[in-house]
């Protein structure tokens, strides 16, 4: 580049950052077309006559989260960073501050909002300041475990947040696994429950987190599937589950004699909400949330940089790995 070209965009790049001037009065002092200062300005970036640097902020987390979104289609993304020597309950605070202040985003007047349980969204809820909205309904999206502490439990979430956003809510009254397909299929079809089935076609948003692979070694939750239950499970390699809906590494849906017991939204229903979060981390879950992204269930994801680093490497791809 020659020097005269050289002094010219370093000028333009001094009059517009560091003086402020508008591109307009950078174009009228200067003779050069505005949309010609535009490219100018673009120019002295590239060459590297401006470099610019954000303070306080490590910036290759936001290329990160670029990356992702782009990569899996996502419409909104925060990655939090691993802090040396943090503890897991520290993480989980910060993770869950980040997801409670997504949803906030997501959340307007009118809006019809299904939730799943657990303990990652009863943090979320408990981090979850008060907005005041109008005509905000909140529902189930599954039916709860048949044992759980009662602040992780669909009803107690719902209830919360209803009185966090000046909503309401719906309960559900019924164990998410059923003993058998005809018990779930009394349930699904009972009056008392259309209502809800309806509500889950109408969802606005939805708020879920992500199960990993089944460990018979802790089953907290999952004492109400049986030991054939999980036999089938890993014969056909479930890696993950939202709602109890479990899914093999492409997303798709595994088990049908399981899904067939489930009182909860279906994978299909939930991918058609507009606007869906999942919040999960751990690098035990990195390859369900992989296969939750490839399916494309949610649009929305909170997690750590470990857990993400953890599943693009599964994905092949080490792009943001040093050598």
Known sequence: MKNERKKLLAKIAYLYYIEERSQ??????????????????????????VKIEIEDFD???FHLENYVKEKYGLKGIEIVSNLVDESPADLEERLAQAAAGMLRG?????D???FSWGKSLSLLVEHSSSKHLTNVHFFPLAGGPSHIHARYHVNTLIY?????????CRFMNSTIIQEDEQLANGILDSKYFEDLKSSWQELDVAVVGIGGQVDTRNRQWLDMLTS??????????AVGEICCRFFNK?????????????IAISLENLKKVPLSLAFAYGSQKSAAILAVLRAGYVNHLVTDEATILKMLDLDG???FFTS
């Open 250 to 262: 492409k997303g798709d849906m595994v088990y049908q004699h399981l899904q067939n017991r489930t």
């Open 160 to 168: 919360s947040m209803a009185g966090k956003y000046h909503g309401d």
């Open 317 to 319: 791809d080490r792009s």
């Open 112 to 114: 019809k909002v299904g």
């Open 228 to 237: 054939e239950d999980f036999l089938a499970l890993e014969s056909q390699d």
């Open 106 to 110: 997501l959340i307007k007047d009118n």
């Open 24 to 49: 307009s009065d950078i174009a009228a002092e200067t003779g050069i077309y505005r949309t010609t200062i535009s490219r100018m300005l673009a120019e002295a970036k590239k060459e590297g006559i």
């Open 59 to 61: 910036t290759r987390l």
